[in-house]
């Protein structure tokens, strides 16, 4: 089901859907991680990376409150936005030969994947307000400050010194 879909009628369908759609996005995200951990060479950032993972799946946890609290059954919905950022960092990352380099790619890939993060979960809080689920927002809103804090900790690790051994 694409994202402007007949089966989306109303705001509710279209926060289950977007739901859905983070869901499968964070256990992608999930798969794809340890890959990145073991291609990583910065000790700050191969940690950063474990960190994140453990993280995720407990996102993925939170995802499935969720949706129980709001009734409606935990699956995923295809998401071509994050295979397609997920593709993309590990063809870059095959394509790169220095570590130093690397590192600084894979800072670059897993920020294009927060970003999608931060929108979809943004996006899903105001759309629970919305529909009077404040219950909702508030543990899609744990998972949205750890995309954010985890953004920022890239940024800061690419800042301080990945960028700059890379160049």
Same mark, same amino acid.
């Given at each position: ?27 992608? *995200?999930?798969?794809? =991680?340890?890959?990145?951990? +073991?291609? &990583?060479? $910065?000790?700050?950032? %191969? ?34 936005? *994050?295979?397609?950022? =997920?593709?993309?960092?590990? +063809?870059? &990352?095959? $394509?790169?030969?220095? %570590? ?20 979809r979960y943004g996006t899903l809080i105001a759309w629970a307000k919305m529909l009077g689920r404040s219950d909702c927002a508030s543990v899609l ?27």
């Open positions: 089901m694409g994202f402007f879909t007949k089966d989306i009628k109303t705001l509710n369908d279209l926060f289950v859907h977007t739901l859905r759609d983070i869901y499968y996005a964070e256990q992608q *995200i999930a798969k794809n =991680l340890p890959d990145m951990i +073991d291609k &990583a060479t $910065d000790g700050s950032l %191969k940690n950063g990376f474990e960190t994140h993972l453990a993280e995720t799946k407990n996102q993925i946890v939170r995802l499935e409150k969720v949706f129980q609290m709001h009734g409606v059954e935990a699956t995923g919905v295809d998401c071509p936005a *994050i295979d397609g950022i =997920l593709e993309e960092a590990s +063809d870059v &990352a095959g $394509d790169v030969d220095d %570590k130093q380099v690397l590192d600084a790619a894979l800072i670059a890939a897993a920020q294009a994947v927060e970003h999608y993060e931060i929108t809103q744990q998972n949205l400050d750890e995309e954010k804090a985890t953004d920022q900790k890239l940024n800061t690790l690419a800042l301080r010194g990945v960028n700059s051994k890379a160049a």
